[in-house]
């Protein structure tokens, strides 16, 4: 009789154990199944504002290229909107520094934003070159509706030419644009 129960309490504790562990497994497996739900999310979301911020900084570049090509001030109009109004780029970056990344991500992100800022810079200084060897100042566009035309391209004015370009002709400040 004794053996008996014996037999009996083992074999209940160890139904207890085995559904016990049971469903301890399912839980975790659960919430394994939600951090990895999340983290696709997450990552469905870092590569849609990745995607944006590439198609931004291509948008820009090829406003830039397209006024050193052309001349055509709209296009030096579009460039800084999407800089000073727009800020797509600046609004990306934001969020994904709220995002809270890891350290390193961040250091990269930093570095990043510091690469985008030399490139406008860069950018900034070509539409000056255009802007001198087409004669195109502020004071052209001040009566204009937009009073944003006058006050971008008083901002690219403003931009100190870098020695090597001062006293080009014209022509080599179109093309050194262009380059």
């Known amino acids: 009789m004794l053996k008996s129960r014996n037999i009996t309490i083992c074999a209940v504790i160890v139904f207890l154990l085995i559904t016990v562990l049971t469903l301890i497994s399912s839980r975790y497996m659960t919430d394994c199944i939600s951090r990895e739900n999340a983290a696709q999310v997450n990552r469905g979301e870092l590569s849609d ?11 820009l570049t090829d406003e830039a290229r397209k006024f050193s090509v052309t ?46 800022d030399t490139l406008i810079k860069t950018e900034t200084v ?16 001040k009566d204009m509706e937009n009073g944003r035309m006058a006050e971008y391209i008083a901002l690219v004015e403003s931009t100190q030419l870098p020695e090597q370009y001062v006293g080009l002709s014209p022509q080599e400040m179109k093309e050194r644009s262009r380059e």
């Open 49 to 59: 504002l990745g995607q944006e911020l590439a198609d931004a900084s291509d948008y």
């Open 126 to 141: 070509s539409m000056k070159l255009m802007l001198t060897a087409e004669g195109i100042n502020s004071e052209q566009y």
């Open 71 to 116: 001349g055509d001030v709209e296009h030096l109009y579009n460039y800084w909107y999407e800089v000073r109004e727009e800020k797509t780029r600046d609004r990306v970056i934001n969020s994904l520094s709220a995002l809270d990344p890891p350290e390193n991500e961040s250091a990269l992100l930093a570095e990043a934003k510091k690469y985008s």
